[in-house]
T-cell receptor, first 114, second 113 residues
Framework: DAKTTQPPSMDCAEGRAANLPCNHS???????VYWYRQIHSQGPQYIIH???NNETNEMASLIITEDRKSSTLILPHATLRDTAVYYC???????????????FGTGTQLKVEL | DAGITQSPRHKVTETGTPVTLRCHQT?????MYWYRQDPGHGLRLIHY???????DKGEVSDGYSVSRSKTEDFLLTLESATSSQTSVYFC????????????FGPGTRLTVT
């Protein structure tokens, strides 16, 4: 799977949009971009994923550049409960047999403040 | 809420004792996973299952075994616990299949003394 690069930490004011960047310059054509987050002492939480088109769900939006070498996760109105470590993961599709594991890097620690 | 529970949530055990962790899901999904999470190593796959009695090894399977006799339960056993197995263990399911998103349980914090 392609390697990703994220800033180690970011701050955001509550109520403002949080924009979390991720670089994945070696991504292959069959690799998806996934975002997860982990709130302290809890299990990782799936947020969103995409291949090449922008995606939006009830939690966030995912913007993928046209060359697919980078992406941005957007939390439109960050709250204190969004304080967590956010992981950008690039993951190949089409793995047979069920062993399509997730590989988490170090992620971005997002701190949302009043 | 993905309907995943893990038990126990916390356990302290001594080196050399057997330990079994349980992952239970309420939705009868086919794919289930066991990961461990350690500082500096991120999340690492131990074993996974793609059906009843169908399991396979992940990247850090040494010292661990698993069993899945019912769809809803995936058990992780440390045959003889060692201090290097002190970790937080997460179970996950993949409702749409192995290529798709995974949903995680709350974790079990295991300490081997």
């Amino acid at each position: 799977d392609a390697k990703t690069t994220q800033p180690p930490s970011m701050d955001c004011a509550e109520g403002r949009a949080a924009n979390l960047p991720c670089n994945h310059s070696t991504i292959s054509g069959n690799e998806y971009v996934y975002w997860y987050r982990q709130i302290h002492s809890q299990g990782p939480q799936y947020i969103i994923h995409g291949l090449k088109n922008n995606e939006t769900n009830e939690m966030a939006s995912l913007i993928i550049t046209e060359d697919r070498k980078s992406s941005t996760l957007i939390l439109p109105h960050a709250t204190l409960r969004d304080t967590a470590v956010y992981y950008c993961i690039v993951r190949v599709a089409g793995v047979t047999g069920g062993g399509n594991k997730l590989t988490f890097g170090t992620g971005t620690q997002l701190k949302v403040e009043l | 809420d993905a309907g995943i529970t893990q038990s126990p949530r916390h356990k302290v055990t001594e080196t050399g004792t057997p330990v079994t962790l349980r992952c239970h899901q309420t939705e009868n999904h086919r794919y289930m996973y066991w990961y461990r999470q350690d500082p500096g190593h991120g999340l690492r796959l131990i074993h996974y299952s793609y059906g009843v009695k169908d399991t396979d090894k992940g990247e850090v399977s040494d010292g661990y075994s698993v069993s899945r006799s019912k769809t809803e339960d995936f058990l992780l056993t440390l045959e003889s616990a060692t201090s290097s197995q002190t970790s937080v263990y997460f179970c996950a399911i993949s409702p749409r299949g192995s290529d798709y998103e995974q949903y995680f349980g709350p974790g079990t914090r295991l300490t081997v003394t």
